[in-house]
T-cell receptor
Framework: NAGVTQTPKFQVLKTGQSMTLQCAQDMNHEYMSWYRQDPGMGLRLIHYSVGAGITDQGEVPNGYNVSRSTTEDFPLRLLSAAPSQTSVYFC????????????FGQGTRLTVV | GNSVTQMEGPVTLSEEAFLTINCTYT??????LFWYVQYPGEGLQLLLKATKADDKGSNKGFEATYRKETTSFHLEKGSVQVSDSAVYFCALRTDSSYKLIFGSGTRLLVRP
């Protein structure tokens, strides 16, 4: 059982480049989300989805796009990378009920130079 | 809105010491509460959870009790080990929003 799989694990981008962080889960979870983790700031929600075709913004959505065409996949797109987007990104998935836990991927460490 | 407040770290303890990491929350309705642990270079994994008032979650010697009257979910362990060194996150989730809201995390360092 693979759980939540994120790729790549590491990435270096130049300012202005675009890229897509991949996230896939095999647990048939309705709810998927993207967080970024910065020192001293915990995890901040970027975007989330409650099912295929439905996405919404979290607390720090600017500079990122998402789509959810299937239940399994929830890619995160950086449109034009900026140094402020240097961070560790985590994808998570769960059932769509408040008393269930989320499962996390291993993270993508992104550096924008 | 919903929020979680954790004690600032790092917390440095000697092996076999008693651990408490404080967590308080603000939420509308009746949230479920979680503790997640992040070991160096890894993603977050669930440590324990409690879904209603007075529930006690426990795992690997860690415990936390859901206290509605004090809106708290403090993490405790009677005797820490070097292998417990990690970052610990308190989090909440409600049925109305599904979002998992995290505290800022507390780094624990356990010395031999």
């Amino acid at each position: 059982n693979a759980g939540v799989t994120q790729t790549p694990k590491f990435q270096v981008l130049k300012t202005g480049q675009s890229m897509t962080l991949q996230c896939a889960q095999d647990m048939n979870h309705e709810y998927m989300s993207w967080y970024r983790q910065d020192p001293g700031m915990g995890l901040r929600l970027i975007h989330y989805s409650v099912g295929a075709g439905i996405t919404d913004q979290g607390e720090v959505p600017n500079g990122y796009n998402v789509s959810r065409s299937t239940t399994e996949d929830f890619p995160l797109r950086l449109l034009s990378a900026a140094p402020s987007q240097t961070s560790v990104y985590f994808c998570a998935s769960s059932y769509r009920t408040g008393n269930t836990e989320a499962f996390f991927g291993q993270g993508t460490r992104l550096t924008v130079v | 809105g919903n929020s979680v407040t954790q004690m600032e770290g790092p917390v440095t303890l000697s092996e076999e010491a008693f651990l408490t990491i404080n967590c308080t929350y603000t939420a509308t309705g009746y949230p479920s509460l979680f503790w997640y642990v992040q070991y160096p270079g890894e993603g977050l994994q669930l440590l324990l959870k409690a879904t209603k008032a007075d529930d006690k979650g426990s795992n690997k010697g860690f415990e936390a009790t859901y206290r509605k009257e004090t809106t708290s979910f403090h993490l405790e362990k009677g005797s820490v080990q070097v292998s417990d060194s990690a970052v610990y996150f308190c989090a909440l989730r409600t049925d109305s929003s599904y979002k998992l809201i995290f505290g800022s995390g507390t780094r624990l360092l356990v010395r031999p």
